[in-house]
């Protein structure tokens, strides 16, 4: 893993996988938005931050968080934002990795909690231990859950208790 900060060559890759996962309708549709808001969420030691997970030069995967993601929950923060696999690197466990590694980020931080809106991969997350919150539709038609995770240092596996 990394951060995006540190290899911002990823960037275009992050981008293209977020753009062709949601880049339709009721998302922006023009892949350099995906790239600018990649670009921008590449923070180093302050939110928005963004890690990626790599095989060599090969980009697999990327995460964020960021002080908010849907715009009906700024009354929460943070949230995980733009968490992606590539298709054909999906159910190997590099999206559990860079969850992992975001919270561990996170907690290091004194960072207590986080949240995650999702609107196709609410499994995925309760598998890595997020616990759903509240399901509503948004304010463009899309049925959203939110789920919500405390984040303790400890509760990784290899870090000390």
């Known amino acids: 893993m990394s951060l995006l900060a ?3 060559g990823s960037a275009q890759a992050v981008a293209d996988m977020r753009w062709q ?3 339709h309708p009721p998302e922006p549709t023009d892949p350099a938005w995906w790239l600018e808001t990649t670009i921008r969420e590449a923070g180093r030691e302050r939110l928005p931050v963004t890690f990626v997970a790599h095989d060599g030069d090969e980009v697999l995967g990327a995460v964020g968080l960021d002080t ?3 715009d009906e929950r700024h009354d929460t923060t943070p949230w995980v934002t733009g968490m992606i696999v590539r298709r054909d690197r ?3 466990g590099i999206g559990r990795a860079l969850m992992r590694h975001l919270e561990r980020w996170a907690a290091e931080r004194g960072i207590a909690e986080a ?3 999702t609107d ?3 499994e995925f997350y309760q598998h890595c231990g997020w616990t759903l ?5 948004t304010s463009d038609g899309q049925e959203m859950s939110v789920l919500h995770k ?4 400890g509760s990784y596996p290899g870090e000390a208790r």
């Open 133 to 137: 919150q509240e399901t509503f539709t």
């Open 21 to 23: 996962e949601w880049g």
């Open 150 to 153: 405390p984040l303790h240092l």
């Open 68 to 70: 908010y993601d849907l």
């Open 90 to 92: 999906r159910g190997e």
């Open 115 to 117: 949240w995650v809106g």
């Open 6 to 8: 540190d290899d911002l």
């Open 120 to 122: 196709l991969a609410l």
